[in-house]
């Protein structure tokens, strides 16, 4: 099938799909007129590529988890591992998004929201020091 057809069948736009094309994460074969010829198999990978970065999995964790999904001899427990340390940046980032929505709230609550100009949100927002 052309990548229209792979790009409808798979979920992913045109653009992405030509893009997994660059960096190596799919390969179509090409037909006589030069043009992509996805099959099956190509488009099951675009599929689990969606579905991963759907789960915020990186392309280099992508390329990791297409390389043991296609090796009969893999151990589940790199898959594991490549899934344990995704969940572990997850965790951090919220950690970090807590925190940020912490200082959001504390500016929010200390500015006055009424027709006077001072604004402890403008205020941190103009300060030389970081943080809240």
């Known amino acids: 099938m052309n990548i229209g057809a792979a790009a409808q069948a798979s979920g992913l736009p045109v653009k992405t799909i030509r893009y997994y094309e660059e960096i190596g994460l799919v390969t179509p074969a090409r037909a006589g007129n030069g043009?992509?010829?996805f099959g099956n198999g190509e488009v099951d990978r675009l599929r689990f590529l969606a579905q991963a970065r759907s789960l915020g999995f990186s392309l280099e964790e992508c390329r990791r988890l297409v390389a043991l999904y296609s090796d009969d001899g893999r151990a589940s427990r790199e898959v594991r591992q490549v899934a344990q340390g995704h969940l572990d940046t997850v965790r951090v980032r919220i950690a970090e998004l807590r925190a940020l929505e912490a200082t959001l709230?504390?500016?929010i609550e200390r500015c006055p929201g009424d027709d006077s100009p001072h604004c402890a949100i403008l205020d941190q927002l103009t300060s030389r020091e970081t943080g809240g």
């Open 35 to 37: 043009y992509r010829d």
């Open 105 to 107: 709230e504390g500016l």
